[in-house]
């Protein structure tokens, strides 16, 4: 099994589990992570039934690299990376031949909502918070959206949007983001996969090629979403937000 910089991967037949690994970074977004991720799901497609992806017990995922953002910028590149990698990447948990679990302790925000919109299933504990922050910095979840509307509908995904703060899982599980949570989520991820792995894989791929033909708003909005993404990250108000942010731990309406 090949050494990964920002993922932890151990495959028990026919389960792969997959950990989201940069505690160093509150487990954000990187370019690295995004091709480590497609290269695990290559090399594991045919011979996984359940992916399961996991991050820190106290955060899941959150969202965009905005150091790695700034650092970019202020060594003088100004191409940011290009979104369409990322969107691909939930195509491939939404509609690949395999059932996907998110698998959520602690914080999930921004582009981690994005990894549990894709998933077929989200499990969760009870510590699970929810959150799209983007527009508060003037930005929003253009390549998260159409995977979250799809997940549990257009008003609700408008209204986290709007909102920025944090839903908990007990209102994230109301609103169909969660199927299940408990205290012990660890328990409840074991009776899944106790069900899951006896699923026979020819029943698996044809189901999820029948389930993702319905789901043929995410394709039709990929260019849309990934040209809306780069927009709003070409907009240099944007990113004087981001570099305060980082640079001085400041939101925006601090700084008036």
């Known amino acids: 099994m090949a050494d990964y910089q920002t993922l932890l991967v151990r495959f028990q037949e026919p389960v792969l589990f997959v950990q989201i690994n940069r505690p160093e970074a509150n487990n954000t977004i990187n370019a690295l992570l995004i091709e480590e991720f497609h290269k695990v799901i290559n090399e594991y497609e045919k011979k996984m039934s359940v992916l399961v992806i996991e991050g820190q017990k106290d955060v899941f995922c959150f969202g965009g690299d905005f150091q790695g953002i700034h650092d970019q910028i202020a060594a003088g590149n100004e191409d940011i990376d290009d979104p369409e990698r990322l969107y691909d990447l939930w195509l491939k948990l939404a509609v690949g031949p ?7 302790r602690g914080k999930a925000n921004a582009g981690g909502v994005g990894f549990v919109a894709a998933s077929d299933i989200v499990l969760a504990d009870e510590t699970a918070l929810f959150s799209l922050s983007e527009l508060l910095f003037g930005l929003y ?7 979250l509307i799809s997940k549990m509908g257009y008003q609700k995904s408008h209204y986290m949007t709007v909102m920025t703060k944090p839903i908990s899982v007990q209102q994230a599980h109301t609103w169909g983001l969660v199927d299940a949570f408990h205290e012990n989520s660890e328990g409840l991820l074991r009776q ?13 791929i044809r189901y999820k090629k029948y389930m993702g033909e319905m789901k043929e708003m995410l394709i039709i909005y990929k260019h849309r979403s990934i040209a809306a993404n780069k927009e709003i990250f070409a907009d240099a108000q944007n990113l004087d937000r981001i570099f305060m942010f980082v640079e001085k731990g400041q939101y925006p309406w601090e700084n008036k």
């Not at 979840?141 to 995977?147: K, S």
């Not at 899944?192 to 698996?204: A, E, Q, S, V, Y």
């Open 192 to 204: 899944h996969l106790m069900r899951l792995k006896n699923l026979p894989k020819d029943g698996i």
């Open 98 to 104: 395999y059932i996907t679990i998110s698998h959520v």
């Open 141 to 147: 979840p253009a390549c998260v959206l159409p995977f």
